[in-house]
């Protein structure tokens, strides 16, 4: 248990679905993050949250929703979403950015496969 | 935004024999964190360097920062079948929003032989 929980673990889904992503932090930290992992991009950063506001969206397609709702709990919703989005979606916490020293806690990650 | 360099992209050694994975930036860092990634896993916070020069030590995993902070060593002395795994490295970047994260290296892949 990393102190970072996100679910589900592993999600299928049809390309008319809509789902969501959900990742929650025990550690008391000020911003949360969506990566995705692939094998083409091994960590891309999709969206960060500081201190509740977004920040950053990296120009990511408008199928991929975010919400932080408060400072423990993330969400991305996913809707229409391509099989090319088929990934490892990582959600990560830390503290004023992990320049502490204490980097960054991911959760173990939802593996996504769109069909 | 921010770019790192890392390389190798893969590295296959014999068990026991050492193993050296490098990250270059053509700007000079504030600092710069390692991670390793388990087959299977997620990324897990090994360690950050901040200062000109700086070396630190994890048993076997050696960790340098270069004199003019823009690139960055992990090496590991006589590899074991338990440092299986990809290693990165993540520098800081500013967005325009005055927020700061992080932007990771592509990563090593590294596979022991035992």
């Known amino acids: 248990e990393t102190g970072v929980t996100q679910t589900p673990r592993h999600l299928v889904m049809g390309m008319t679905n809509k789902k969501s992503l959900k990742c929650e932090q025990h550690?008391?930290?000020?911003?949360m993050y969506w990566y995705k992992q692939s094998a083409k991009k091994p960590l891309e950063l999709m969206f960060v949250y500081s201190l509740e506001e977004r920040v950053e969206n990296n120009s990511v397609p408008s199928r991929f929703s975010p919400e932080c709702p408060n400072s423990s709990h993330l969400f991305l919703h996913l809707h229409t979403l391509q099989p090319e989005d088929s990934a490892l979606y990582l959600c990560?916490?830390?503290?004023?950015?992990?320049?502490?020293?204490?980097?960054?806690?991911f959760g173990s990650g939802t593996r996504l496969t769109v069909v | 935004g921010q770019q790192v360099m890392q390389i190798p992209q893969y590295q296959h050694v014999q068990e026991g024999e050492d193993f050296t994975t490098y990250c270059n930036s053509s700007?000079?860092?504030?600092?710069i964190q390692w991670y390793k990634q388990r087959p299977g896993g997620h990324p897990v916070f090994l360690i950050q360097l901040v200062k000109s020069g700086e070396v630190k030590k994890q048993k076997r995993l050696t960790f340098q920062f270069g004199e003019a902070k823009k690139n960055s060593s992990l090496h590991i002395t006589a590899t074991q079948t338990t440092d299986v795994g990809t290693y990165f490295c993540a520098v800081p970047d500013y967005s325009g929003a005055g927020s700061y994260q992080l932007t990771f290296g592509k990563g090593t892949k590294l596979s022991v032989i035992p």
């Open positions: 990560a916490s830390s503290q004023d950015g992990g320049r502490g020293g204490w980097g960054y806690t």
């Open positions: 550690l008391g930290h000020n911003a």
């Open positions: 700007t000079t860092l504030s600092n």
